[in-house]
């Protein structure tokens, strides 16, 4: 009978432990969450979901929840959630929302990231006050894309430097018209950058990165007779019908199929962040195979200080919770996404740069052609980093956004009355 009852006690002592190594792996179990942009942008998608799983794998018993959202459901949520010591541990922001760090949102990642992998120059760009905020995924140089055949169909061949100067530029916008196209397909509707993409790489040229930087910075007058002859012969392709006649609404999604689907343009000034809408399949929204894209450069400006000058900057990027109850483990997802081989997938499936080191990369797939023509374009480029956008600040922020960006490309300003704007709005004098 003692047997029998000691027997009795040891299975249930083996039970209970088995009960509480149940109970300890499930208080293990840990899901970090994510909030993450470009939902609409599958390749991105996946490969981000992969840095995901790549972390459940080498940590057991962590589970990696990626909520996806658009840029404005995206804004809205944070807004929200953030100020009430809520939100993901994890979230998607960009260079130019540097008011996460002000506020206390996010935390420090000098010690967190291994930033062994990330190029310097982008981890720069998120270093304010002396310590890293963010870190940088994606890459991007603007550029300026056309339709080969259509330009073509005008009569016209692109230069052997594929650039051309201000007055063949000008010209070439007047052709368009003529011809009853779009020159350039451009909306603000939703974004507070695109309607400034042909002027600013125009300022960049024509004063060079170190007066251009100036510019920016509030040190060099929008008076200045460069930066007023520049605003002149924007206003002169304003007039000349370059923009769509919805471009005040017109919205950056729908800019991309406005360029390659309907009603069609020529050119198509954009980030190279172009790929994630346009290399999609064609009923997704994404341009035909067949389409024949071509890169050109920003025209030359005359008396250019630097017109191989162009803007490479870091778009998204990633930021960890103050909030965040796991920050550690939101580091290594953030390692995750910045592996050389994560960074490698990027370039072979989004076909745009990363501010990721991937060491050498070839180029395979039906866009290859497309990628090798965007590397030509770097060719013998001296780099200004950074957009207007990401580096602006307060009331000149504001006079970018509306005036650069908006009134002034949208025919809404006179050259004068957009100088002096932005010489109120920018200039410490």
Same mark, same amino acid.
């Given at each position: 009978m003692?047997?029998?009852i000691?027997?009795?006690q040891?299975?249930a002592?083996?039970?209970?432990?088995a009960l509480?190594?149940g109970?300890a792996?499930k208080?293990d179990?840990v899901t970090?969450?994510v909030?993450?942009h470009?939902a609409?942008?599958?390749?991105?998608?996946?490969l981000?979901?992969?840095?995901?799983?790549n972390?459940?794998a080498?940590?057991?018993?962590?589970?990696?929840?990626?909520?996806?959202?658009? !840029?404005?459901?995206?804004s809205?949520?944070?807004?929200?959630a953030l100020?009430?010591?809520?939100?993901?541990?994890?979230f998607?922001?960009?260079p130019?929302?540097?008011d996460y760090?002000?506020?206390?949102y996010?935390?420090?990642?000098?010690?967190l990231v291994?930033?062994n992998?990330i190029?310097?120059?982008?981890?720069?760009?998120?270093?304010?006050?002396g310590?890293?905020?963010?870190?940088p995924?994606?890459?991007?140089?603007?550029?300026l894309?056309?339709n080969k055949?259509?330009?073509? !169909?005008?009569?016209?061949?692109?230069p052997?430097?594929?650039q051309?100067?201000?007055?063949?530029?000008?010209d070439?916008v007047k052709k368009?018209?003529a011809?009853?196209?779009?020159?350039?397909a451009q909306g603000?509707?939703?974004?507070?950058?695109p309607?400034?993409y042909i002027?600013?790489?125009?300022?960049?040229?024509k004063?060079?990165?170190?007066?251009?930087g100036?510019?920016?910075?509030?040190?060099?007058s929008f008076?200045d007779?460069?930066?007023v002859?520049?605003f002149?012969?924007?206003?002169?392709?304003?007039d000349?019908?370059a923009y769509p006649k919805?471009f005040?609404t017109?919205?950056?999604g729908e800019?991309?199929h406005?360029?390659?689907? !309907?009603?069609?343009?020529?050119m198509?000034?954009m980030?190279s962040?172009?790929t994630g809408?346009a290399?999609v399949?064609v009923?997704?929204g994404g341009?035909?195979?067949?389409?024949?894209?071509?890169?050109?450069?920003?025209?030359?400006m005359?008396?250019?200080?630097c017109?191989?000058?162009?803007t490479?900057?870091?778009g998204?990027s990633?930021?960890?919770?103050a909030?965040s109850?796991?920050?550690?483990l939101?580091?290594?997802y953030?390692?995750?996404?910045?592996?050389p081989e994560?960074?490698?997938?990027?370039i072979?499936?989004?076909?745009?740069?990363t501010?990721?080191?991937t060491?050498?990369?070839?180029f395979?797939?039906?866009y290859a052609?497309?990628?090798t023509?965007?590397?030509?374009?770097q060719e013998g480029a001296?780099?200004?980093?950074?957009?207007?956008?990401d580096?602006?600040q307060?009331?000149?922020k504001?006079?970018?956004?509306?005036?650069m960006?908006?009134?002034?490309?949208g025919?809404?300003?006179s050259?004068?009355?957009?100088?002096?704007?932005?010489?109120?709005?920018?200039?410490?004098g």
């Open positions: 003692m047997k029998q000691v027997t009795m040891l299975a002592v083996a039970v209970t432990l509480g190594v109970i792996a208080a179990d970090l969450t909030w993450s470009e609409d942008e599958p390749a991105k998608v996946a981000r979901e992969k840095a995901a799983r972390l459940e080498s940590h057991p018993g962590v589970h990696v929840k990626i909520t996806w959202y658009e !840029k404005d459901g995206l809205a949520a944070l807004k929200t100020p009430a010591g809520q939100g993901p541990d994890v998607y922001l960009e130019d929302q540097t760090i002000t506020a206390g996010i935390v420090p990642l000098d010690s291994n930033w992998n190029y310097d120059w982008a981890k720069q760009v998120w270093t304010h006050d310590k890293v905020w963010g870190m995924q994606e890459a991007y140089t603007v550029e894309y056309y055949d259509t330009l073509a !169909k005008l009569g016209v061949t692109l052997a430097n594929a051309f100067t201000q007055s063949e530029f000008l070439l368009a018209r011809a009853g196209m779009t020159p350039i603000v509707g939703d974004r507070p950058y309607g400034a002027l600013a790489e125009a300022l960049l040229r004063l060079g990165t170190d007066d251009y100036k510019l920016l910075n509030g040190q060099l008076e007779p460069r930066v002859a520049v002149t012969w924007v206003k002169q392709l304003v000349a019908g919805n005040m017109l919205k950056l800019s991309h406005y360029f390659y689907q !309907k009603p069609g343009s020529l198509f000034p980030g962040f172009y809408r290399f399949p009923d997704q341009q035909s195979p067949d389409f024949p894209l071509g890169v050109m450069q920003f025209p030359a005359d008396g250019g200080a017109n191989e000058c162009k490479i900057a870091v998204a990633f930021a960890i919770n909030a109850k796991h920050q550690d939101a580091a290594e953030l390692n995750a996404l910045s592996t994560i960074g490698k997938q990027w072979e499936t989004i076909y745009l740069q501010a990721v080191k060491g050498a990369t070839e395979s797939g039906p052609p497309y990628f023509e965007l590397m030509k374009r001296k780099y200004f980093t950074g957009m207007p956008i580096i602006l307060g009331q000149c504001d006079a970018f956004v509306q005036i960006n908006s009134g002034f490309p025919g809404l300003l050259v004068d009355d957009a100088v002096k704007q932005m010489n109120q709005g920018c200039y410490k």
